[in-house]
């Protein structure tokens, strides 16, 4: 599936079957092709064309993800950009990867740096003579992503992620968690990760199912939401478990429409996964992966033996190998390298000469 066109896609097939919500509205496939089309249509009046950079600025809501689209729509890269960063990091992502635009809140406008236009309202009119009703042709090896890294051993680095990228991960995705049009997924992850992104959004939306951007993530009211959403499975975190799994003992929540969890991006302990199965009755998955490789790389079989306190198996299409640091396989449980290969690792980083196994 190259993403550009999914929308299109489901609009046609299924025009009036949910897509996407959030706290505060809810779209039909119909209603978020019309809206991509619009933004789209405003990104072009303002100038972005094929090869562009646009940041997404935003919360978690729904606007982010039409905003993503509209990119692309266009032939555009988009840049995910953390708005809890100070104005210096977001200056410096921006000017890195030579934004031509920034999309953000309007409470967010003055981290943003002066020299570079902005959009503030994608429900703003555009030009009637530039709603496009196809996207802009683009390429498997178009870039679709530029996902900054943390930067813990200095600056920040573009991981460059490409449209053949996304179409590997999502298809991992589907197969790995048996996603089917019936899919619904909760979204507690921040979107200016790949995880949020791939995961929650796109993995779903390309197996024809839905998904459900919640706000903040808060373990007092996060159970009320899965009772009145009813999604089919969420993301999360080690720390967002243990809050779940601590919540008082008279917190007895409807998980029933819940098929599966995945735990990732940090260690968890076996025994807090075993507690929150055994509380809540809802089965988590713990894996592995980084943005360099568009988000996942190991996960433990839902349908298979899972092991707490282990990552799992390789998703189809993936090789790993351990080496040590004189490049040879380690395969007798000393620690080493970890090497992944497959059509979901990134292209390199922006601007950064990197050699791929």
């Not at 790995?176 to 909760?186: G, Y």
């Not at 197996?207 to 499975?233: H, K, L, N, Q, Y």
């Not at 919540?247 to 409807?254: I, Q, R, S």
């Not at 790993?320 to 449980?333: A, S």
Request: aromatic fraction near 6%.
């Amino acid at each position: 599936m190259h993403l550009p066109d999914l929308l299109d896609l489901r609009a046609s097939t299924a025009p009036d079957a949910p897509a996407i919500g959030d706290d505060r509205v809810s779209l039909s496939n119909r209603e978020l092709r019309d809206a991509v089309r619009s933004a789209a249509a405003l990104l072009s009046g303002r100038g972005i064309s094929h090869g562009d950079v646009v940041a997404i600025m935003l919360p978690n809501q729904v606007e982010f993800v039409i905003a993503l689209f509209a990119a692309w729509r266009l032939g555009a890269t988009a840049t995910p950009v953390n708005p809890s960063l100070t104005a210096q990091e977001i200056g410096y992502q921006i000017d890195d990867c030579s934004a031509a635009l920034v999309i953000t809140a309007p409470e967010l406008v003055l981290k943003t740096p002066l020299e570079v236009a902005r959009v503030t309202d994608l429900a703003e009119r555009p030009d009637p003579a530039r709603l496009a009703d196809t996207p802009v042709a683009t390429a498997a090896d178009d870039l679709a992503l530029l996902i900054y890294t943390s930067g813990t051993t200095g600056k920040p680095k573009g991981v460059m992620l490409d449209h053949a990228n996304l179409t590997a991960m999502t298809t991992m995705s589907i197969d790995a968690f048996s996603l089917d049009p019936e899919v619904h997924s909760l979204l507690i992850l921040p979107l200016f990760h790949v995880n949020g992104i791939v995961v929650s959004i796109l993995s779903p939306l390309a197996a024809g199912g839905r998904a459900t951007i919640a706000g903040r993530f808060d373990p007092r009211t996060f159970f009320g939401r899965v009772e009145s959403a009813r999604p089919t499975f969420f993301s999360g975190v080690p720390t967002i478990y243990a809050m779940l799994a601590n919540l008082p003992e008279t917190v007895v929540p409807d998980t029933s429409s819940l098929r599966f969890a995945v735990c990732g991006a940090a260690p968890a302990s076996p025994a807090l996964l075993e507690a929150f199965e055994a509380r809540f009755g809802v089965p988590v998955v713990e894996g592995y992966g980084l943005s360099e490789g568009t988000c996942a790389t190991t996960v433990n079989p839902l349908g298979g033996l899972r092991k707490p306190g282990t990552v799992g198996l390789p998703l189809l299409g993936q090789r790993i190998r351990i080496v040590d640091e004189n490049g040879n396989t380690i395969d007798d449980g000393r620690p080493g390298e970890v090497l992944v290969k497959g059509a979901n690792v990134m292209r390199g980083y922006l601007g950064r000469l990197v050699v791929l196994c």
